[in-house]
């Protein structure tokens, strides 16, 4: 057991110049990535649906949806129809959107 634990402890082999400028080339790549991520991420943060203005006589109802979530803008007559639905006025979608209903004119009944 001479020599056991420095022999393996020892690299096999020392690291090329090539090797470790290999390295540094792919660690650069990869911060440049996470950086440029951020970048968009910031720049783009207000380019979703939630952020942009509702015309006038309009609701946004965000409800579950197959891949999650879903966010629709429902206006006009279309709106009011919503509301007085049974699918407005039944759980879940009754917490969220009631109020918005009533805030624009379209619910009958307080809740």
Known sequence: MQGHWARLNTPLRETTPRERLLVRIIAGLLGAAAI???VVAIATKENGTSGS???AG???A???STMGGGTSDI???SARAFCLSPAANSE???VQIQPK???KGYAISPR
Request: aromatic share 0%.
């Open 101 to 103: 209903c009533r805030d």
């Open 75 to 77: 206006c006009g007559d």
């Open 53 to 55: 203005p509702l015309p």
């Open 92 to 94: 879940p979608l009754a």
């Open 62 to 64: 965000e409800m579950p």
């Open 58 to 60: 309009c609701i946004r």
């Open 36 to 38: 440029a991520t951020v």
